[in-house]
């Protein structure tokens, strides 16, 4: 059966001196400080130390193949994304993120598949990376949750979309720059908290906005098993329905309505939790997602799925149906 991986991050072994090229730092480089471990610097700041399955696509492939997993769908860490910087200095930034990803899938074509990065704070500029990405051979983007503190429900993004529904670009939305993560340092809690949040406030923006009506065509996936959505749709449809002058003034449609017509990754760690959304998603939206290489994520790829009670159909869709109809991919390419 093929096992398509559609979460997993990767970056550059060498990151070029950003701070001064563009003349102002807070942005992230490598310091190589012992063989085949690193440490993720943010300027002078320590941000993560990562080992080399961070960056290198060959040893990788091993690596995951050990779970029977053939492909993986890479894309860069959030922390990457640059949203801050000035529009141009973040155009570049994504430029070369994107120019090195689009070289690991035509080095291993059978192995990798990439999404790019745009500069989501210069939407007329992401339109221009949209279609040099399209034409490198991306299958989609990811993005983060939100863009320097706004939602994805702003109009400004519009372009985004509709670029993304004309080029057939999938998108990812991915949580970042967590809600409050300044108030609850302690206990991980921007990660174990703060990262399911911001997935649900980027659908319930993109819903209550009439993103995802506008473009019907758009083919989205929510990170992280759809972050708190599904395990609180009860709660965001009543909302709606209690106080539809405040949640249902630009789109009159049910947010339940909207459930298994998005994607989401399988990362719940959970059984009954993976049960529950394959109830409300259906099999054909949930995919197969890890978070590789890092160690909140389902780095067994899935071993948990084998071990359910889930017929061959159902594990089928998760393991590479739902994520080659989300790429809109032949499952020829790797055969």
């Given amino acids: 059966m093929l096992k398509i991986d559609m979460h997993t991050h990767i970056m550059p072994d060498k990151m070029p001196d950003w701070a001064q090229k563009f003349g102002y730092d807070g942005f992230i480089h490598l310091e190589h400080h012992k063989a085949g471990v690193a440490r993720m610097m943010q300027g002078e700041k320590f941000f993560r130390e990562v080992e ?20 993986q769908v890479i894309c860069t860490i959030p922390v990457l994304f640059s949203y801050w910087a000035k529009a141009q200095d973040g155009l570049d930034v994504s430029r070369f993120l994107n120019d090195h990803i689009a070289d690991i899938v035509n080095k291993y074509p059978k192995n990798y598949l990439g999404l790019a990065t745009i500069p989501m704070q210069a939407p007329e500029l992401c339109v221009q990376e949209l279609e040099r990405c399209k034409k490198m051979g991306f299958v989609g983007i990811q993005i983060g949750s939100n863009i320097n503190d706004e939602n994805l429900s702003e109009a400004k993004f519009d372009p985004v979309w509709e670029a993304c529904e004309r080029l057939g670009m999938a998108v990812m939305i991915h949580p970042w720059n967590m809600m409050g993560k300044a108030q609850m340092e302690k206990y991980w809690l921007p990660w174990l908290v703060g990262m399911p949040a911001e997935t649900s406030r980027a659908a319930c923006s993109m819903i209550f906005s009439g993103v995802l009506e506008r473009y019907p065509k758009l083919r989205v996936c929510f990170s992280h098993a759809g972050g708190s959505l599904l395990a609180t749709i009860g709660r965001v449809e009543h909302g709606f329905n209690c106080r539809p002058d405040l949640v249902a003034i630009d789109n009159p449609i049910n947010p339940r309505e909207y459930i298994g017509k998005f994607w989401i990754d399988c990362i719940t760690h959970d059984e009954d939790m993976l049960n529950y959304v394959l109830k409300m998603q259906g099999s054909k939206k949930v995919c197969l997602g890890s978070d590789y290489p890092f160690p909140l994520g389902d780095l067994e790829i899935g071993k948990f799925i084998t071990e ?8 089928e869709d998760i393991f590479c149906n739902s994520t080659l109809e989300w790429l809109d991919i032949d499952k020829n390419r790797f055969l």
């Fill in 52 to 71: 080399q399955n961070c960056w290198d696509p060959a040893i990788r492939i091993p690596d995951y193949e050990k779970y029977n997993t053939q492909v």
């Fill in 308 to 315: 359910m009670d889930l017929s061959e159909g159902v594990v």
